[in-house]
């Protein structure tokens, strides 16, 4: 797909036709592929569900021990309650709220650092492309989980922006490695050539000439680093290395894993907050896969047209 369809601005041969509206082209390419739809369905209930849990249920601290030890399935309890005697389906709704939070604040904070990193050291290069590319590279071939599992120890335990800070540290380093890419190969074209000879600025040239063409590739990264950041976030909790008091699916995962849930016959208790870390790492991946196949055709399925009936 074109960079002006992508980025929403006009075509020189459209003529005199109106101009679309800005981002309309992207919108109607995520409206005719599958995966974004089915992606976006999925993402938009999670986010309904962070925004107003309390039209989910009824119990407004989900932590409370007010039911009792283990309740099986009922009618007042859909999920059954934990251990401890808290309502497993308020579990559920209430960390719909955290993971969201930390997959949007990562994805976002990543994607600004790998645009500001890559995007500059194609444009600039020289010197600066070999600083920026050397520590790009660094942070690739560090073994990022043990790096995590580290700093995320010794750093802050416990702490919901130290947590954010290292994903965003250790998640920045691949899309700026294929910003970089694409920014060197649009860095010599003639729309950008044409803006140099105007004697426009480098921040200009970068934010209202080079970056619009490459939306699609850095909602791409966007949503890879989010997606990152789901599953490692709940991998960190698993292990005990987030708030074990906080109401999120990985504390869930945490607590149902000490106290045998498997084995005393709370299979619920494992299995909702796994499928949830999954549903919505699930969103994000097919928003990713839908986007690559947007922004290079290539990747997009190949439609047979059907076989016209012909007449007797």
């Not at 107003?52 to 009824?58: G, R």
């Not at 500001?116 to 600083?131: E, I, M, N």
């Not at 954010?164 to 060197?184: E, F, H, K, M, P």
Request: charged content about 10%; overall charge positive.
């Amino acid at each position: 797909m074109s960079a002006s369809i992508l980025s929403g601005t006009p075509d020189d041969s459209v003529g005199t036709r109106q101009a679309p509206r800005r981002g309309a082209g992207l919108l109607r390419a995520v409206r005719g592929n599958r995966k974004a739809m089915v992606g976006a369905v999925l993402l938009l209930i999670f986010i309904v569900l962070s925004i107003a849990p309390q039209l989910f249920t009824s119990v407004s601290d989900p932590n409370a021990h007010e039911f009792g030890l283990v309740l099986p399935p009922s009618s007042a309890h859909p999920l059954g309650t934990t251990a401890f005697g808290q309502d497993i389906l308020a579990q559920l709704i209430w960390g719909t709220r955290q993971s969201l939070v930390i997959a949007l604040a990562v994805g976002g904070l990543a994607t600004v650092l790998s645009v500001l990193v890559g995007v500059s050291a194609a444009y600039l290069g020289g010197p600066v492309d070999g600083v920026l590319s050397g520590l790009t590279d660094l942070f690739l071939v560090i073994p990022t989980f043990p790096l995590i599992v580290v700093i995320a120890a010794y750093a802050g335990k416990g702490s919901l922006l130290v947590m954010i800070a290292v994903l965003v540290v250790t998640g920045w380093s691949y899309g700026a490695r294929q910003l970089r890419a694409q920014a060197l190969s649009l860095r010599n074209r003639e729309f950008l050539e044409s803006a140099r000879v105007r004697g426009e600025r480098r921040s200009y040239i970068i934010v209202n000439e080079m970056l619009p063409t490459m939306v699609s590739l850095i909602l791409a990264n966007f949503l890879g680093s989010a997606l990152y950041a789901v599953l490692t976030a709940a991998g960190l909790q698993f292990i005990g290395l987030g708030d074990n008091n906080a109401v999120s699916w990985g504390a869930m995962l945490h607590w149902a894993q000490s106290n045998s849930a498997l084995q005393a016959g709370q299979p619920l208790w494992v299995i909702a907050p796994g499928l949830c870390v999954a549903l919505l790492g699930a969103s994000f991946a097919l928003l990713n896969y839908a986007f690559d196949e947007i922004s290079n055709p290539a990747l997009r399925p190949v439609r047979r047209p059907r076989a016209r009936r012909t007449g007797s």
